[in-house]
């Protein structure tokens, strides 16, 4: 699945779409996390105009998504997950304005209270900002 180019999108959701018709489901659930792992097109640093790029076409896959699945009274629902930022603030890929346009359901996942890259990594692993995931979120960070 991909949402690099416009021919992209339309094969995914076309596939996708063949696949929830023919299974007989309801739906799709979409849950795309960790851009940098979805292969080739995804391996450039996040940098802002990257990011501004990944957002734009991830916008464009949703609402073709979206348009899809609702023009056959299917639904769409989609885990969106938080990223905790260094400063405190959080970081996401994609446009929150398109994410709650274009679904039906959302699952915002607050799995960790933080997580430092660098984990697994024998240069760094010495290094106290690289120990992994911190706890499980708890019910007052989640809420904020």
Not at 67 to 76: F, G, I, P, R
Not at 111 to 139: F, K
Request: proline letters at 6%; aromatic letters at 10%.
């Amino acid at each position: 699945m991909s949402f690099c180019t416009p021919a992209a999108i339309k094969a995914t959701v076309n596939a996708t779409l063949k696949l929830v018709q023919d299974g007989g489901f309801t739906g799709v659930d979409l849950d795309f996390e960790h851009p940098q792992t979805w292969g080739p097109d995804f391996q450039d640093p996040m940098n802002a105009t990257f990011k501004a790029e990944l957002t734009s076409k991830y916008s464009d896959f949703l609402r073709a998504m979206s348009a899809a699945l609702h023009a056959k009274e299917l639904k769409m629902s989609e885990c969106v997950g938080t990223y905790p930022t260094a400063d405190g603030g959080v970081s996401v890929y994609c446009d929150t304005a398109v994410v709650a346009d274009t679904n039906d359901i959302l699952r915002v996942m607050n799995n960790d209270l933080y997580y430092v890259g660098g984990r697994g990594v024998p240069a760094i692993a010495s290094r106290p900002d690289c120990e992994g995931m911190g706890p499980s979120s708890t019910q007052p960070w989640a809420k904020f």
